[in-house]
């Protein structure tokens, strides 16, 4: 089974690294990291780069296909060749999925054309303006177009997806591998939990972000 | 604030990734992946490979280390040249951290003497008998010295870490901005919550990799 999880520059670590640590123990899993070329993506923080094995078109018919998100998304809406390997990867895929922002490339794709989808909390309102319908769910699964929610939401996506493709008591073994029992310190983890000024002060500190890149 | 995180061949990537992509979050962070030689680092799956900027001894004073685990690390338990990075890291340092079994390097290493300390729930034996009292907790701290269990338990170390070193208020915000809801599909993430039959099945995939290797 080929996992397709396409990188590009500024895209976000943990989207990507979450349902790679679940999908990859799948048996006969093979997960291929591929980009635009073959070679380093740097993460949006500029900390952290990883290395694309392949280029897009080398993996064109994946049987899942799972879209990153991260800040680098919003500058590929427009970018043809990513748009295309995407339609042309859920053309024949088996499961389409992407995690944060990732789904805005899914819809800019046409993948989620009148589907209910989920993105990062902070991005419901673009989803919407690119013909998805945004759900304020952690995981959202419209046939086979499953979509998740920010950043840490693909962890739990992916192990949704494990249980799908190989049966309940697969993804349970999985998931007690990377010992998945979350205990965060917090409760501030959705914006119901943070309430409505940290909401406030962290989609200022987003907006502040994309400004800066723009 | 400089973050140093240790790779090595066959670390696992989420042990990494998940605290980054809430440390890096942190103002002034400075995250710095290193390795024995600077460039590329695979991971246990093999099927992907990190950049490491630098060596290990080009950040041999960092604020924060924190050393991952993965199938890699028993490899490494006699490696001078990684202990004597963990043993000096440590004099200076703020905190000492480790995912997963990289705890097992901070014992060998001499950190984890008589101290309570946490790991892969498979390890705690092997944690024990290089000096440390294991605990079934998720984070186990010892004054400057934070320890978090399996894998995915880094992320919640990690947000715990980043309150005690920018404030409660900071490390909410960091939650929210990674949407760190967690809603896992399965109860399976502990031991107590998987069972012994499934504990049973999942150690002896962990012992066949590990004879594989060997």
Redesign the interface.
């Known amino acids: 089974m080929e996992i397709a999880i396409p990188l590009y520059d500024r895209f976000?670590?943990?989207d990507a690294?979450?349902p790679?640590?679940v999908l990859?123990?799948l048996p006969g899993a093979?997960?291929?990291?591929i980009a635009h070329e073959a070679g380093?993506v740097t993460t949006d923080?500029r900390?952290?780069?990883?290395?694309a094995?392949a280029r897009l078109e080398d993996v064109a018919a994946p049987d899942v296909l799972l879209v990153p998100g991260g800040g680098g998304a919003r500058a590929l809406l427009e970018d043809e060749r990513m748009l295309a390997w995407i339609r042309g990867a859920h053309e024949t895929s088996t499961w389409t999925t992407s995690v944060?922002t990732g789904s805005l490339l899914l819809a800019a794709a046409g993948v989620l054309d009148g589907l209910e989808a989920t993105t990062?909390?902070a991005a419901r309102d673009q989803l919407e303006s690119l013909g998805a319908r945004p759900a304020a769910r952690?995981?959202v699964r419209q046939d086979k177009v499953v979509t998740a929610?920010?950043?840490?939401?693909g962890?739990?996506m992916a192990?949704?997806l494990a249980?799908l493709i190989a049966g309940?008591?697969l993804?349970?073994?999985i998931?007690?591998?990377?010992?998945?029992?979350?205990?965060?310190?917090?409760g501030?983890?959705?914006?119901e939990?943070?309430g409505p000024d940290?909401?406030a002060?962290?989609r200022q500190?987003?907006d502040a972000a994309e400004r800066e890149r723009a």
């Open positions: 976000t670590a943990l690294i979450g790679y640590e990859g123990r093979q997960v291929r990291f380093p923080t900390m952290l780069t990883l290395v094995e944060c990062h909390w952690r995981v929610a920010g950043v840490s939401a962890i739990d192990l949704t249980g309940e008591d993804a349970r073994a998931q007690l591998g990377i010992e998945y029992d979350p205990q965060p310190p917090f501030a983890g959705s914006p939990g943070a940290l909401v002060l962290v500190g987003i």
